[in-house]
């Protein structure tokens, strides 16, 4: 990797602090002056790096999406990366890159959705500039293991979130991100099939992330919440998700993968409330399976197994 990207990781996962040209120098192996030329390549990229007396600063003016900006925070994407300003849902336009043989590992990255999607046909509110709005397109090798993909998508957007915030958050079965009691991302995995076939050709990872949103519509405010990620820069946790997905998703066989989604697991040995042919019941999470599926405990002692669906922690209500 080139000195500038590492440097531009770097500030990425460091933004508003000040390092000196010095301190980069020794940390890179490098002379003052490569740092000094790195800095300016990146400048003349777009970047806006302050330089004073205290050393270098990565400001906020950088948290733009783009897709230099995702390519120049991982230099290893050789695929292509769609962003829009304004789209009505990254998955949906994911969808026509797949029907056109987009290659596995394309990404639809939006600043702002009109109409984004969650599961059980719920919308996702995705207002601008605050949030990220990310899909990916995956040709799963090993189609008998497409259960384990959603859990694969919250253990590698979790990881995304750690690498670039510092924040581990908690899974809720089966596809949502807490922050405490607050919910601050979605995942919405989508399987397009062969017609002919009948198998399954691409599956699609749609992942909304409320980055630093402050404000929800009233329906939600009591249970959204946010990163509160001030100086995030969206373009690395867009380039970390992509690597983390990747990782994660090509690896559904590797026993870690389930072991880190029951450990950040919110919902385990808690009574939830869930419903079958619409009739609500209660009992505890006792287990997640290999497949990803939630065993529950009855009331009378007996076993719920779960493959998906909507559930509550009943002391949350």
Known sequence: ?????????????????????????????????????????????????????????????????????????????????????????????AKILAAQNAPHGTIVIANHQTAGRGRQGHSFYSPKNTGLYFSILIHPEHTGQISRITPAAAVASAEAIEETCGIRPGIKWVNDLFLGKKKIAGILSEAVSDFETGTIQTVIIGIGINCRTSEFPDEIKETAGSLNAVHLQRSFLAASLREHLLERTAHLEDPETMELYRRDSIVLGKQIVYTLSNIPYVGIAKAINEEGNLIIEKEDGTSQLLHSGEISIKDWQ
């Open 1 to 93: 990797m080139a000195l500038k990207d590492e440097l531009l990781r770097f500030f990425c996962a460091n933004p508003q602090e000040s390092f000196s040209g010095e301190q980069l120098a020794r940390q890179y192996g490098v002379s003052r002056a490569g740092i000094w030329k790195a800095v300016q390549a990146l400048r003349s990229d777009g970047f806006e790096i302050i330089s004073d007396p205290s050393g270098y600063t990565f400001t906020d003016a950088n948290d733009f999406l783009s897709e230099e900006a995702i390519r120049a925070c991982d230099p290893s994407i050789d695929t292509p990366v769609h962003v829009f300003e304004t789209i009505d849902s990254t998955n949906n336009y």
